[in-house]
């Protein structure tokens, strides 16, 4: 597919992207999403499992009823950083917003992800051009807290609209420090070449979801489905800005922590963890 025209100079960029072998080793996180019942029971005991699997990081869903001090400790005491946390976009409008920056300020999370959009943000393409502004200026806002807004994709936002692709829209219309947070399995669902995506809006993807996708296998981990994952993290690393790879096992055929457990295993297969 072709984008035919590049927001805030993003082209440049793609030029002045370091080489794979200047760059750290990405690490990885977990999306707590995938472990919520045993979060639910006892999130201070799955972050300490999370922790010893392996894991450098997670992002939040949700905190369990816990105050931000409180989960800044629980981190602290697990050698865990935020990478990121799930949260609807009315918690940053207006004068939810300071709330919402405080608490993620004493948590130490920089990225704040809205997971999905309610229909009267998305349901035209003057209704995404509408969402542009808002994270526009959201971005505004956040430079000053050294924070970054973003919008993590399901399938809806590479479903044409009015003959348009509405993520595009979206991240056309925004300046580079608003994140797309990538979930390469949904992109890969809703029939998108993840590596046509990364390539065609550079830096943008700063937190990515590392989810597989299989036409039979809702359960399938990553490198069980279609994507082409060697080829995928060279391409993130090498021009997408990737800061996270967060995982995500959504399907729910796992039990306990069995299914980031192996996703782990993998990534270190891959040599990504």
Same mark, same amino acid.
């Given at each position: 597919?072709?984008?035919?025209?590049?927001?805030?100079?993003? %082209?440049?960029?793609?030029?002045?992207?370091?080489?794979?072998?200047?760059?750290?080793?990405?690490?990885? $996180?977990? !999306?707590?999403?995938?472990?919520?019942?045993?979060?639910? $029971?006892?999130?201070?005991? *799955?972050?300490?499992? #999370?922790?010893?699997?392996?894991?450098? /990081?997670?992002?939040?869903? /949700?905190?369990?009823?816990? +105050? $931000?001090?409180?989960?800044?400790?629980?981190?602290? +005491?697990?050698? &865990?950083? $935020?990478? /990121?946390?799930? @949260?609807?976009?009315?918690?940053?409008?207006?004068?939810?917003?300071?709330? *919402? =920056?405080?608490?993620?300020?004493? #948590?130490?999370?920089?990225?704040?992800?809205?997971?999905?959009?309610?229909?009267?943000?998305?349901? *035209? #393409?003057?209704?995404?051009?509408?969402?542009?502004?808002?994270? @526009?200026? &959201?971005?505004?806002?956040?430079?000053?807290? !050294?924070?970054? %807004?973003?919008?993590?994709?399901?399938?809806?936002?590479?479903?044409?609209?009015?003959?348009?692709?509405?993520?595009?829209?979206?991240?056309?219309? @925004?300046?580079?420090?608003?994140?797309? !947070?990538?979930?390469?399995?949904?992109?890969?669902?809703?029939?998108? +070449?993840?590596?046509?995506?990364?390539?065609?809006?550079?830096?943008?993807?700063? @937190?990515?979801?590392?989810?597989?996708?299989?036409? *039979?296998?809702?359960?399938?981990?990553?490198?069980?489905?279609?994507?082409?994952?060697?080829?995928?993290?060279?391409?993130?690393?090498?021009?997408?800005?990737?800061?996270?790879? #967060?995982?995500?096992?959504?399907?729910?055929?796992?039990?306990?922590?069995? /299914? =980031?457990?192996?996703?782990?295993?993998?990534?270190?297969?891959?040599?990504?963890?």
């Amino acid at each position: 597919m072709l984008v035919t025209r590049r927001a805030f100079g993003c %082209a440049a960029v793609a030029a002045a992207v370091p080489s794979l072998a200047a760059r750290p080793r990405i690490p990885v $996180a977990v !999306q707590l999403y995938s472990v919520r019942k045993a979060a639910e $029971a006892d999130l201070a005991g *799955t972050l300490a499992r #999370i922790a010893k699997l392996g894991y450098k /990081g997670v992002e939040f869903a /949700g905190y369990y009823g816990h +105050d $931000a001090r409180t989960i800044r400790k629980l981190l602290d +005491d697990n050698g &865990l950083k $935020a990478a /990121g946390t799930h @949260t609807g976009i009315e918690t940053l409008l207006e004068e939810n917003l300071p709330k *919402t =920056i405080e608490f993620n300020k004493i #948590i130490g999370n920089r990225y704040l992800i809205v997971p999905g959009l309610p229909p009267v943000y998305r349901e *035209t #393409i003057k209704a995404w051009h509408g969402t542009a502004e808002i994270f @526009t200026e &959201l971005a505004v806002k956040l430079r000053a807290e !050294q924070m970054r %807004a973003g919008l993590h994709n399901h399938t809806v936002e590479f479903e044409r609209l009015e003959g348009k692709i509405p993520l595009y829209e979206f991240l056309n219309n @925004t300046p580079v420090d608003v994140i797309a !947070q990538l979930d390469i399995g949904h992109a890969r669902r809703a029939g998108m +070449d993840p590596l046509t995506v990364i390539r065609a809006y550079p830096k943008r993807f700063v @937190t990515v979801h590392v989810k597989d996708y299989h036409p *039979t296998n809702k359960a399938a981990l990553v490198g069980e489905g279609e994507v082409r994952w060697n080829e995928v993290f060279n391409e993130l690393e090498r021009r997408g800005g990737v800061e996270w790879y #967060i995982i995500e096992e959504e399907s729910g055929a796992y039990p306990d922590l069995e /299914g =980031i457990a192996r996703s782990l295993e993998r990534m270190k297969k891959l040599g990504k963890a």
